[in-house]
């Protein structure tokens, strides 16, 4: 998750450094989690027991890159709009690839799929409409409902997890999927009407 950008003073502070390579390994992190994607699949359609654990694993190690990513940016300074950009698009596809493969082997209601990629496919068309105005960070929120995603998408995956856990527990992202889905639509609206008032002075 990446770092949302300084504000106040510390914007002059970070106007004096040196810019930051979008080649980081931050950023490399990401491409690498996104690389992930296509095998975690892969392996989930496999059938066995032995695959499934191999995909419930390449999906844990990939969610956890997510926090590894945002950690060193923040760390080291190694913020870039890149990062900004391919983290929740890493992010999505994970959680895409998850939803959609579960729906296929018929482990989860489509709608739920529709739902959550309806939200998530929304909201990436919408940071690039508003691009030009300026990059919505991500926010608590999303931090949030990426969390309770994966712990959704885990509990489907991990054998014995019983179906009103499931439930409960994807019943909650859902929720959290959609309201935060609103809150970056009033964000948006909120960026652009700034834009349009800085320039019209």
């Given at each position: 998750?990446?770092?949302?950008?300084?504000?106040?003073?510390d914007?002059?502070?970070a106007?004096?450094?040196?810019?930051?390579?979008?080649?980081?390994?931050?950023?490399v992190?990401?491409?690498?989690?996104?690389?992930?994607?296509?095998?975690?699949?892969?392996?989930?359609?496999?059938?066995?027991?032995?695959?499934?654990?191999?995909?419930?694993?390449?999906?844990?190690?990939a969610?956890?890159?997510d926090?590894?990513?945002?950690e060193?940016a923040?760390?080291y300074?190694?913020?870039?709009?890149?990062?900004?950009?391919?983290?929740?698009i890493a992010d999505?596809?994970?959680i895409?690839?998850?939803?959609?493969?579960?729906?296929?082997?018929?482990?989860?209601a489509?709608?739920?799929t529709?739902v959550?990629?309806?939200r998530?496919?929304?909201?990436?068309?919408?940071?690039?409409?508003?691009?030009?105005?300026?990059?919505?960070?991500?926010?608590?929120?999303?931090?949030?409902?990426?969390?309770?995603?994966?712990?959704a998408?885990?509990?489907?995956?991990?054998p014995?997890?019983p179906?009103?856990?499931?439930?409960?527990?994807?019943?909650?992202?859902?929720?959290?999927?959609?309201?935060?889905?609103?809150?970056?639509?009033?964000?948006?609206?909120?960026?652009?009407?700034?834009?349009?008032?800085?320039?019209?002075?």
């Amino acid at each position: 998750m990446t770092n949302t950008p300084e504000t106040g003073t510390d914007q002059t502070a970070a106007a004096t450094r040196p810019k930051v390579s979008v080649w980081n390994i931050a950023n490399v992190v990401t491409v690498i989690r996104l690389a992930m994607v296509p095998f975690f699949a892969f392996c989930l359609f496999l059938p066995g027991p032995g695959w499934r654990v191999t995909a419930l694993v390449v999906f844990l190690v990939a969610s956890l890159t997510d926090l590894l990513d945002g950690e060193l940016a923040r760390r080291y300074g190694l913020v870039t709009d890149f990062g900004k950009i391919a983290d929740p698009i890493a992010d999505k596809a994970l959680i895409g690839a998850a939803l959609i493969s579960l729906s296929a082997l018929d482990e989860l209601a489509w709608w739920v799929t529709i739902v959550i990629l309806g939200r998530e496919l929304g909201v990436t068309l919408l940071r690039f409409a508003v691009i030009r105005h300026g990059v919505i960070p991500a926010s608590y929120g999303g931090k949030v409902k990426t969390v309770l995603q994966i712990a959704a998408i885990v509990s489907y995956m991990w054998p014995g997890v019983p179906e009103p856990i499931r439930w409960t527990v994807m019943g909650a992202a859902v929720v959290v999927t959609v309201g935060t889905g609103l809150d970056y639509v009033i964000r948006a609206v909120k960026l652009r009407q700034v834009a349009k008032r800085a320039r019209a002075q």
